[in-house]
């Protein structure tokens, strides 16, 4: 019930197009599903996050895709560049339970020059 | 500046030795949380505080023990019952009714 599944493990792209990050959760009480940004050796940062009732959410090149019915969503990084080159993971949280997160395995993303 | 700030940033431990983690935040935050990394696997909770003299189990909270006397300061122990303690530890901290934690620059451990 609290999992969150993550994939692609891996993922390689080429400059300039379009990173496709998938999660799927199953406890449908959880309200926040944030998407965190890690280098090698240092803490996680937010990237971008949504809650259940927008189907989309977009800051510059960084889209998070909501479908609630299927309980699935999705990060879409448009132009690629290599300084994106990094891990990815999502998370998802419901706010009764003290903001815990529950995170996805981790997606590690090589944008090639 | 503020921010979170954990140290060591590498820690070495040996066998049947307790260690202690330091996490310091100073952005007034009300929520401290610790995590542990591993290589290939997401972040999994050890314990969290939501004020200060309070806090819970994580889903891996066995081997490890916190306190919480000060709001800015959530340290952790690995004591010797964590058998296999070799990991990235990241600590994070949130403010009271918003949803986003914001995390140090993580400690590793290593077993010697």
């Known amino acids: 019930q609290q999992q969150v599944k993550q994939s692609p493990q891996s993922l390689i792209v080429q400059k300039g197009g379009i990173s496709i990050i998938n999660c799927a959760y199953e406890?449908?009480?959880?309200?926040?599903f944030p998407w965190y940004q890690q280098f090698p050796g240092k803490g996680p940062a937010l990237l971008i996050a949504?809650?259940?009732?927008?189907s989309e959410k977009k800051e510059g090149r960084f889209t998070i895709s909501f479908n609630k019915s299927a309980k699935q969503f999705s990060l879409h990084i448009m132009d690629s560049q290599p300084g994106d080159s990094a891990t990815y993971f999502c998370a998802a949280s419901r706010g009764t339970s003290g903001s815990r997160l529950t995170f996805g395995e981790g997606t590690q993303l090589t944008v090639n020059p | 500046d503020g921010g979170i700030t954990q140290s060591p940033k590498y820690l070495f431990r040996k066998e049947g030795q307790n260690v202690t983690l330091s996490c310091e935040q100073n952005l007034n935050h009300d929520a401290m949380y610790w995590y542990r990394q591993d290589p290939g696997q997401g972040l999994r909770l050890i314990y969290y505080?939501?004020?200060?003299?309070?806090?819970q189990k994580g889903d891996i909270a066995e081997g490890y023990s916190v306190s919480r006397e000060k709001k800015e300061s959530f340290p952790l122990t690995v004591t010797s019952a964590q058998k296999n303690p070799t990991a990235f530890y990241l600590c994070?901290?949130?403010?009271?009714?918003?949803?986003?934690?914001?995390f140090g620059p993580g400690t590793r451990l290593l077993v010697l």
């Open positions: 994070a901290s949130r403010v009271a009714g918003a949803e986003t934690q914001y």
């Open positions: 505080s939501q004020i200060v003299n309070d806090f």
């Open positions: 406890n449908t009480a959880f309200d926040y």
């Open positions: 949504i809650r259940p009732d927008v």
